[in-house]
């Protein structure tokens, strides 16, 4: 069996969202090229990834590469050039999603909106994301040859969960369709029970703005549930960087994965 998933395809096709939801489901590590170079484009006030230097591409490319030398078993890579990046890579098993423009479209609008959660996308719209996308490509990869995906899927309707499932069943042979109800694992209702929209207070586990996920974790005090925090609601909320066992208060919302997320971090 291969160890590697190499998740690819354009933006807004549900990439991400697959990618961390067979890492919640599985417990292997997943690791997102495309968050280092938004972060990267973020701090120095940039508009898209191709006006990110060349040289930041080529050294996250070979760290990427790197990476197929850790211990674990499996490890789940999402990039929209990942099929690039692992071009001459055997034994990795290759997953291309795609979507209808008008899918893709309602996706970026909605995650612009949002804003203050996980997700964060650069650029003024999919086209002109498409485009730069494109132009990155050609000139990062100019003799990377075409791959055979092992699995191609049309994300245009459905649930990441959904998705993930059949990825990891194609992958392993195991079915694991006893782990989800309605569409949310087992494993997230039981990690999240107790946990309610709404005002809250807790005590910060752990936050890490330059490691995935990005974030890291609140204690909140009425469940004594964990809940994730994204470095972006941080950065929104007008805060620093948070500190181990530091008081604050925040709001808790779903997350779209099953799960929940705090927002609006303010210091106790």
Known sequence: MSRII????????????????????TGYKMASRGEAVTTQAL???????NE?????????????????????????????FMDAVLNDINDVFFVRMYSEDSARKSRWDHRKEEGGGRTRQI??????????????????????????????????????????????????SEDLSHLVVSGVSEMDKKQTKGLKPGASAGQVVVYNALRNPFGGYI???????????????????????????????????EDGFGGFRAIDIQAE
């Open 123 to 172: 650029g003024e719209s999919v086209a002109q994301r498409d485009r730069y996308d494109d132009e990155l490509r050609k000139e990062l990869y100019p003799d990377a040859v075409e791959v055979s995906p092992d699995m191609e899927i049309d994300t245009t309707d459905g649930k990441a969960y959904d998705y993930a499932i059949k990825i990891w069943s194609k992958f392993t």
């Open 43 to 49: 701090l120095a006030k940039q508009h898209s990834g």
């Open 52 to 80: 990110v230097d060349l040289e930041f591409h080529q050294k996250l490319d070979a760290y990427t590469r790197s990476m197929l030398n850790w211990p674990d078993p499996v490890l789940i890579l999402e990039s929209r």
């Open 219 to 253: 204690n909140d005090d009425e469940s004594g549930r964990n809940v994730f925090i994204h470095k972006s609601a941080v950065e929104s909320s007008g805060m620093g960087e948070l500190i181990k066992g530091q008081r604050v208060r925040f709001q808790i919302v």
């Open 6 to 25: 190499a998740i690819y395809g354009k933006t807004c096709t549900l990439k991400s969202d697959v990618a961390r939801a067979i890492s919640r489901l």
